[in-house]
Structure formats: structure tokens, C-alpha cells
């Protein structure tokens, strides 16, 4: 591991308790949405950033989460065994959407996960003994290793410390060899397979660990809003984090944090201002219209991102790996 990157994943960490723990309940709530956004963010910025992997299911594998650790929450197990058993199971569904893409590519591969965030927002609606249907199920406060979780600055801890878990573990991911298989598998499948790499067994790896990783991130988003119910986990969602990832920098480490922050933060600033001006209603009603905007304006502009553009500002320490620059063999 890097000890630059490790020095950059605790100084955030430090950061975003403090200001979490600074500004109260309100600042608290907010930097503990950041976190967690950040984990699901750098989830599918692994499967779409790093392996090509296009997907919109991501809201319904952060609902799986969600409804594991919520029933194994209430079930009386520790926070801590609920979030792992969210992360298997966000795994293990993570897979299974990933199957199509052993035979299926692009575009094809693409409306598989649409099909999938259906289907599983569908189950999320009927099967009421695990999800208490349409009226969602209420999540009991979780107790981790012993401690009450009741409150959002409790919360923070355990979701500040698994993003810096997930980010120094994705940054060292990428340095290994099945790291580099990611990225040969996104730029080209064929060459992929002319230098010896497995194609399936590279991508199916990729769907286990992004799934894990988003189920995690489901568990603590449950034991957060003390709910899961269906309309939390719709395609919108899915649309949020292929937002943050696309605004923060595709295929760089630390645009999902940026790109999640930006995204969580901005319709909390939009509020606010439409408070203050007398026209909230007004602003809300064109953050859709904000989110689809800013995603064109990146992608014509500036395809990598916010990363690229604070790099302008010689904020040095952050390395990129966007697509169409692989350098194989080459120090990422």
C-alpha cells in the first residue's frame, strides 16, 4: 500500500469527522450520507470505471443491502455481522446480475441490469416476510460491537472508517495483477484475451467485489434511515451514483468521493438557497434537470471529471487511470 494514499484516505476520514461531529445533528447526518454514498460510488466506479462494466442496478444492490442488514440487524446479530452479511449478500445477487455478461456486451449487457433493477425492485415490493412490501421494513437501532448506533454521529464512525477500508483496498486493488485484468478488460476485450487473461472470470470477479463492497454500503444506508423500503431503492438511484462517478471522474479512485459529496451536498445547497431567495420550490423542481446538465457538460468538457479539473490546481498526490490511458506493465 502506498503510504501517500494511506496518509490521503485517514486525513479525509479525520476531515469528514470532524466537520461531522463540528457542525451538530445536521452536519453530522449529512457527512455520514457523504460516506456512504462514497462507498456505493466507488463500488460501481469499480465495475463501470475500472472494468468497463456498464450497470444500473446499483440501486437495488444498495436495496439488498439495506434488507439484509435490516432483517439480520433485527434479528438481534451485531451491526457488525449484519453489514458483513449485507456485503455477501450484495455479492452474491452482484453475481448473479453478472452472468449476462459472460455472453452479453455493451449496450446489451447495459439493458441486462436495467432488467435486473427491475426485477428486483419488484421482489423489494412482494416478498413481504423479508421486505414488509410497500410499507418498507423499520430497521431497529443496530448495536456495533456492543455499542448503540442511535444517532447519526454514532453512525459516522462506522461508515467513515469502512470508506477508508474500501478506499485504501481499492487503491491497492489496482496495483495487483487482477487489478491490471480490470483494465485490460475495459479497454479491450480481445486484447484481454490475447495476453492470457481470463475475460469471464475477471469480470465475474469484478461483480463480487463492487457487490460486496455495495452491499455494505446498503447495510449502512438501513441502519441510517432506520427503513428500507422500495421506492428508496428505484432506478433513480442507480442514475445518483452513475451521476457521482461520471461528475467526480470516471475510473479514478478519488472521483467517486469527490463525485458523491458533490452530488449529496448539492440539492442540500440548492435548499438552501431556495430558502433564503423564497423560490425552494422552484429549485427543487430542477435538480433532475441540474444532475442530467452537469453529467452532459462533464462528459463533452471534461470526461474526467472534477479529479481532472482540481488536478489543474497542481493538488498533487492524486493519480488517475481514465479510460483510453492504460499504460500496461506501467506504475498506476
Not at 470505471?49 to 451485531?78: E, H, P, W
Not at 463492497?213 to 434511515?225: E, K, R
Request: charged share 10%.
Amino acid at each position: 500500500m502506498n503510504p501517500r494514499h494511506v496518509a490521503i484516505a485517514i486525513a479525509v476520514a479525520v476531515l469528514m469527522g470532524a466537520v461531522g461531529l463540528t457542525l451538530g445533528r445536521y452536519g453530522a447526518y449529512l457527512t455520514n450520507a457523504v460516506a456512504i454514498a462514497a462507498i456505493g460510488a466507488l463500488s460501481l466506479n469499480l465495475l463501470i470505471g475500472y472494468c468497463g462494466q456498464i450497470s444500473f442496478a446499483q440501486g437495488a444492490l444498495l436495496g439488498v443491502g439495506a434488507y439484509t442488514a435490516g432483517n439480520l440487524g433485527n434479528a438481534g446479530l451485531d451491526g457488525a455481522v449484519a453489514i458483513l452479511g449485507a456485503g455477501i449478500m450484495g455479492a452474491a445477487i452482484s453475481a448473479l446480475i453478472g452472468l449476462p455478461a459472460m455472453r452479453l456486451r455493451g449496450l446489451y449487457f447495459a439493458i441486462a441490469t436495467l432488467a435486473a433493477q427491475a426485477i428486483l425492485e419488484y421482489l423489494f415490493k412482494t416478498l413481504d416476510p423479508l421486505t414488509n412490501g410497500v410499507s418498507g421494513l423499520v430497521i431497529a437501532p443496530p448495536r456495533l460491537l456492543g455499542f448503540p448506533m442511535t444517532s447519526d454521529a454514532s453512525l459516522l464512525v462506522p461508515s467513515v472508517v469502512i470508506l477508508v477500508v474500501v478506499w485504501c483496498a481499492v487503491s491497492r486493488l489496482m496495483r495487483i495483477e487482477l487489478g491490471r485484468a480490470f483494465l485490460v478488460t475495459r479497454e479491450s476485450e480481445i486484447v484481454a484475451k490475447g495476453m492470457g487473461i481470463d475475460v469471464g472470470q475477471t469480470k465475474m470477479w469484478a461483480f463480487l467485489i463492487a457487490g460486496f463492497i455495495a452491499g455494505m454500503a446498503g447495510g449502512l444506508s438501513g441502519f441510517a434511515n432506520r427503513l428500507a423500503s422500495p421506492e428508496a431503492f428505484t432506478l433513480d438511484l442507480s442514475a445518483d451514483y452513475i451521476a457521482m462517478i461520471i461528475i467526480g471522474g470516471l475510473g479514478t479512485w478519488p472521483g467517486a468521493i469527490i463525485g458523491a459529496a458533490f452530488v449529496v451536498l448539492l440539492p442540500e445547497a440548492i435548499q438552501r438557497v431556495g430558502e433564503a431567495a423564497g423560490i425552494s420550490d422552484i429549485l427543487s423542481a430542477l435538480r433532475e434537470l441540474a444532475f442530467g446538465l452537469l453529467i452532459i457538460l462533464f462528459l463533452i468538457f471534461e470526461p474526467r471529471g472534477l479529479t481532472a479539473l482540481l488536478s489543474r490546481f497542481r493538488l498533487r498526490g492524486v493519480r488517475t487511470v481514465a479510460p483510453g490511458e492504460l499504460r500496461v506493465g506501467g506504475d498506476l
